[in-house]
């Protein structure tokens, strides 16, 4: 299985701020790549997929980029519904996979 | 609007079988561009993806290595709603559980709906 492997695991932010995260897998998943939003008690929401582009709804300063086994998902001004967690999921093999999440906590 | 409505028991003793259906409306089952999947949350294990069944003239279906051995995802084009069942559980299948729709007929292979997520709980 391809491994996916999210940095941080957790960050605190404070409203305004930019906020990187990277996403690497275990070997070349090429641009088949999505991040999810997930809040407490519900399912995650698709943001991001084929690793830049967005998804319908979902507002600007959410992007995405990279290819290969390096992907990074950056939000340009962090906004008060954005302290969430955070996925990403390669769709590239047969059988998918998901990163371990990072936590974005209100510093 | 694609819904998915997820239905089954909130506790399974340790060594019987899990059961889960969730009934879609707003697309098909039998669609030819869709799969439909099950995915678990626990705090152990994280996300993982479960298996998928779909329809391309015949039904496929394809299970993650991790429950190979124990699941089961069957499509019921009768009531159009797929069910999960995983055999043999412990205490570690404990999990949130989710039905998820992968619509391949747009740009990117991703999970664009969701059921409402269950709770399971494997307990004697």
């Known amino acids: 299985d391809i491994q996916m492997t999210q940095s941080p695991s957790s960050l605190s932010a404070s409203v305004g701020d930019r906020v990187t995260i990277t996403c690497r897998a275990s070997?070349?998943?090429?641009?088949?790549l999505n991040w999810y939003q997930q809040k407490p008690g519900k399912a995650p929401k698709v943001l991001i997929y084929a690793a830049s582009s967005l998804q319908s709804g979902v507002p600007s300063r959410f992007s995405g980029s990279g290819s290969g086994t390096d992907f990074t998902l950056t939000i340009s001004s962090l906004q008060p519904e954005d302290f969430a967690t955070y996925y990403c999921?390669?769709?590239?093999?047969?059988?998918?996979?998901f990163g371990q999440g990072t936590k974005v906590e209100i510093k | 609007q694609v819904q998915l409505q997820q239905s089954g028991p909130g506790l399974v003793k340790p060594s019987q079988t899990l059961s889960l259906t969730c009934a879609i409306s707003?697309?098909?089952?039998?669609?030819?561009?869709?799969?439909w999947n099950w995915i678990r949350q626990s705090p152990s294990r994280g996300l993982e993806w479960l298996g998928r069944?779909?329809?391309?003239?015949?039904?496929?279906?394809d299970y993650a290595g991790s429950v190979k051995s124990r699941i089961t995802i069957n499509p019921d084009t009768s009531k159009n709603q797929f069910s999960l069942q995983l055999n043999s559980v412990t205490p570690e299948d404990t999990a949130v559980y989710y039905c998820a729709r992968v619509d391949y007929s747009s740009d990117g292979y991703y999970f664009d709906y969701w059921g409402q997520g269950s709770l399971v709980t494997v307990s004697s």
């Open positions: 070997q070349s998943i090429s641009s088949h």
């Open positions: 707003g697309d098909s089952v039998s669609s030819g561009s869709a799969a």
């Open positions: 999921q390669q769709s590239y093999s047969t059988l998918w996979t």
């Open positions: 069944t779909y329809f391309r003239s015949k039904w496929f279906n």
